[in-house]
């Protein structure tokens, strides 16, 4: 493997963490809502990364955080 691919595969990882990473600030949030609501939001962070958890987090009313 060359620099290139080397680099590639590191970011690929990277992301790849990102977006565990939002999954989970999305599954442990401590915004009060229903658990379909709560896996939909990790389910878009999942695979959208930091746009679907931000973009669903827009949509929850702000008198559901504490």
């Not at 963490?17 to 599954?27: E, N, T, V």
């Not at 878009?44 to 702000?62: D, E, K, R, W």
Request: hydrophobic letters at 50%; proline letters at 3%.
């Amino acid at each position: 493997m060359n620099n290139m691919d080397i680099t590639l595969v590191f970011m690929l990882i990277a992301l790849l963490m990102l977006h565990i990473h939002f999954c989970y600030r999305a599954f442990t949030s401590k915004a009060h809502i229903k658990n379909s609501q709560r896996i939909v939001w990790s389910m878009l962070s999942l695979l959208m990364g930091p746009l679907g958890y931000y973009v669903y987090q827009n949509l929850i009313p702000l008198d559901f955080y504490e």
